[in-house]
């Protein structure tokens, strides 16, 4: 009783009372970012958020979230997420390359070394790209030799496709394969990797396409000190990203000095680069990692959908384009390019928010104040599926709308799976040409169905950092060649 009237007693509860009082204040009531809907607990805090994080849902919580309260929601109480053409434009290509990366980030650094991705300041990220970025224009993928080692790299996947007849194929662990070699064929040439014919190098792809460090980068990432204090214990109920193959493979790779004219090593080692070896290795590993998952998983995904029943008008409709132009290129087949982007719009190999901070002196963002170091962002999986005017029927897969004679301008700015401006995937002419050049050769000789064992649960989208995969990492799809091969 003494106690509880005590100077000191009062002194602390009003201390406690007022803190709390003025965060709730703050947050609750002043806070310029209460006009935009949200759930009420976000204006609190980011737990819920967080917490579905944890558990691998981010993406589908968001989308619910613009479900319900339209294309500019508060998902935090310094965190808002937009899905409109006017979001997109002004957070990521305002003034070329949009907002400032957060240290979100961080979570991707390779050997210590910041690369041109997880670069956040965008004047230093400019001076990255500008040395990098021709390796990957389209003129440059397109040139006989790079896309001759595609192409290649087509013929022995499917090569595996006529050798499951009569079974199935996991096209989870195939497709990365083939993400993987061709990645590595860009990167290294004549040092890329052969993991659709070699036990050795597939299992450098799997140590990376299965890793599960998940849980345990979110905490590396929301509380360093906890993951420096019990990183010992968290190793036993959640994995850190170890990838001891891969990263033998690259260090020893990359220090290789006969790389072909084309390749990204080559123009990391050219006199005069400001890169030393570690760089170099670090670069080329985060370059081979967002070449394998995204490519694999965009792939995977959209085959697993064109072999579905409810599809498979589509598949037919690809199929006799391809027969009906043999050994066209194929970045002339209108149909090919209408699955390609129906697949990568309907299931985005990165389909999460990729967050910026609003920059000084705050913005205005589809109509809303946002003051500086807000973050802000666009998901890809919901830019694609919100506005119903543009995507009507947004959760069908229907590849034949790309081919609408009107709304084109507009599909296309609501087309995220790239990301847009400065920023977006410096990859996307390499991806597509993957994608495409599989697409062709598998469609050409085959029809594709699931197998009996397969579930559609186990293709849901299981989000990792930034990317999604399927959630049981396995699909089974039985390849009926149109004829034996030759
Ligand atoms: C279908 C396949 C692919 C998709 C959907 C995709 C998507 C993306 C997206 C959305 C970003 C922006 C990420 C962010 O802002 O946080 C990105 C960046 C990047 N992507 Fe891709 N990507 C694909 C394939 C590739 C490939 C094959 C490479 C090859 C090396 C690649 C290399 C990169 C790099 C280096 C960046 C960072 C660019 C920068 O910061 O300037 N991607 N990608």
């Given at each position: 009783m003494v106690?509880?009237?005590?100077?000191?007693?009062?002194?602390?509860?009003?201390?406690?009372?007022?803190?709390?009082?003025?965060?709730?204040?703050?947050?609750?009531?002043?806070?310029?970012?209460?006009k935009i809907p949200g759930p009420r607990h976000a204006r609190f805090t980011s737990l819920v958020l967080v917490w579905h994080e944890f558990r691998a849902g981010r993406t589908a919580y968001i989308h619910r979230l613009h479900q319900r309260y339209?294309?500019?929601?508060?998902?935090?109480?310094?965190?808002?997420?937009?899905?409109?053409?006017?979001?997109?434009?002004?957070?990521?290509?305002?003034?070329?390359?949009?907002?400032?990366?957060?240290?979100?980030?961080?979570?991707?650094?390779?050997?210590?070394?910041?690369?041109?991705?997880?670069?956040?300041?965008?004047?230093?990220?400019?001076?990255?790209?500008?040395?990098?970025a021709d390796r990957y224009a389209n003129t440059n993928v397109v040139r006989q030799p790079s896309l001759d080692g595609i192409a290649q790299r087509a013929t022995n996947f499917v090569k595996r496709c006529f050798g499951s007849v009569g079974g199935s194929l996991d096209l989870y662990i195939y497709l990365h394969s083939y993400a993987f070699d061709c990645v590595t064929h860009h990167l290294f040439h004549p040092h890329g990797t052969d993991s659709l014919n070699?036990?050795?190098?597939?299992?450098?792809?799997?140590?990376?396409?299965?890793?599960?460090?998940?849980?345990?980068?979110?905490?590396?990432?929301?509380?360093?000190?906890?993951h420096k204090m019990f990183?010992?214990?968290l190793y036993w109920f959640a994995k850190p990203r170890e990838t001891p193959l891969a990263d033998g493979f690259v260090l020893g790779t990359s220090a290789k000095t006969d790389a072909a004219s084309f390749t990204l090593l080559n123009r990391l080692q050219e006199p005069g680069s400001k890169h030393d070896s570690l760089d170099?290795?670090?670069?080329?590993?985060?370059?081979?990692?967002?070449?394998?998952?995204?490519?694999?998983?965009?792939?995977?995904?959209?085959?697993?959908?064109?072999?579905?029943?409810?599809?498979?008008?589509?598949?037919?409709?690809?199929?006799?384009?391809?027969?009906a132009?043999?050994?066209?290129?194929?970045?002339?087949?209108?149909?090919?390019d209408a699955v390609v982007m129906e697949g990568l719009r309907c299931f985005p190999p990165i389909p999460m928010s990729l967050p910026r901070y609003v920059p000084r002196g705050g913005r205005v963002i589809d109509g809303y104040s946002v003051p500086e170091g807000t973050i802000v962002s666009c998901q890809a999986y919901s830019v694609q599926k919100t506005d119903h005017n543009v995507f009507p029927n947004p959760d069908d897969f229907s590849p034949d709308r790309w081919l609408e004679p009107t709304g084109d301008a507009e599909r296309k700015r609501l087309f995220f799976a790239f990301a847009n401006g400065g920023r977006g995937c410096v990859g996307k002419h390499l991806a597509l040409a993957e994608m495409k050049l599989l697409l062709q050769a598998v469609y050409s000789k085959f029809t594709t169905?699931?197998?009996?064992?397969?579930?559609?649960?186990?293709?849901?989208?299981?989000?990792?950092?930034?990317?999604?995969?399927?959630?049981?990492?396995?699909?089974l799809l039985r390849f009926d060649p149109l004829s034996p091969p030759m």
């Open positions: 106690l509880f009237f005590s100077p000191a007693a009062i002194c602390l509860v009003l201390s406690i009372g007022l803190l709390v009082g003025d965060v709730v204040v703050r947050r609750a009531l002043l806070s310029p970012l209460n339209g294309p500019a929601v508060r998902v935090g109480p310094n965190e808002v997420v937009f899905a409109s053409a006017a979001a997109v434009k002004e957070i990521y290509c305002s003034g070329g390359s949009g907002y400032d990366k957060t240290p979100f980030y961080d979570i991707f650094k390779v050997y210590g070394r910041r690369t041109m991705f997880t670069t956040l300041n965008k004047d230093d990220h400019a001076k990255k790209k500008r040395v990098l070699s036990q050795h190098d597939e299992e450098i792809m799997r140590e990376v396409t299965f890793d599960d460090s998940l849980q345990n980068r979110l905490v590396g990432y929301y509380s360093p000190t906890l990183g010992k214990i170099i290795a670090a670069e080329c590993l985060d370059h081979m990692a967002a070449g394998i998952d995204t490519t694999g998983d965009a792939l995977c995904f959209l085959m697993w959908e064109l072999s579905q029943p409810a599809s498979f008008q589509y598949q037919t409709k690809l199929r006799e384009e391809l027969l132009n043999p050994g066209a290129p194929f970045d002339k087949l209108p149909y090919l169905r699931p197998d009996d064992k397969m579930t559609a649960e186990s293709m849901e989208m299981s989000d990792q950092l930034i990317s999604s995969r399927p959630r049981g990492q396995r699909c």
